[in-house]
């Protein structure tokens, strides 16, 4: 199982991005799918969750408005829009995956990994 996470870059401060989490060796149509970032010094945390049928999305407090997930199962592809990027968005941001069905929002419920996107916004 592979998850590869691409998009990042470095945007200014109001900019735009967008996040994509391509996986293989596994059906997304029964996967929950999370982002996750991480600041330097930070721990990790979750920005965008959603379970498998789409029924529940989680979005962090601070990301509400600005982030949606999204995801297109026949291309097993994950995705998160970034608008009005902050200088505190910046971080490196993971996908990851876990066979249920249900939401789930902190990371020790995800069994695989992507290896992370760096994502900076200068002020």
């Known amino acids: 199982v592979q998850l590869q996470a691409s998009g990042g870059g470095l945007v200014q401060t109001g900019g735009s991005l967008r996040l994509s989490c391509v996986v293989s060796?596994?059906?997304?149509?029964?996967?929950?799918i999370g982002w996750y970032r991480q600041a330097p010094g930070k721990e990790r945390e979750g920005i965008s969750c959603f379970s498998a049928n789409n029924d529940t999305i989680y979005y962090e407090e601070s990301v509400k408005g600005r982030f949606t997930i999204s995801r297109d199962n026949a291309k097993n592809t994950a995705y998160l829009q970034m608008i009005n990027l902050k200088p505190e968005d910046t971080a490196v941001y993971y996908c990851?995956?876990?066979?249920?069905?249900?939401?789930?929002?902190?990371?020790?419920?995800?069994?695989?990994w992507g290896q992370g996107t760096l994502v900076t916004v200068s002020s």
């Open positions: 060796g596994i059906d997304l149509n029964y996967y929950a």
């Open positions: 990851a995956a876990d066979n249920r069905l249900t939401i789930v929002v902190t990371p020790k419920g995800y069994h695989y």
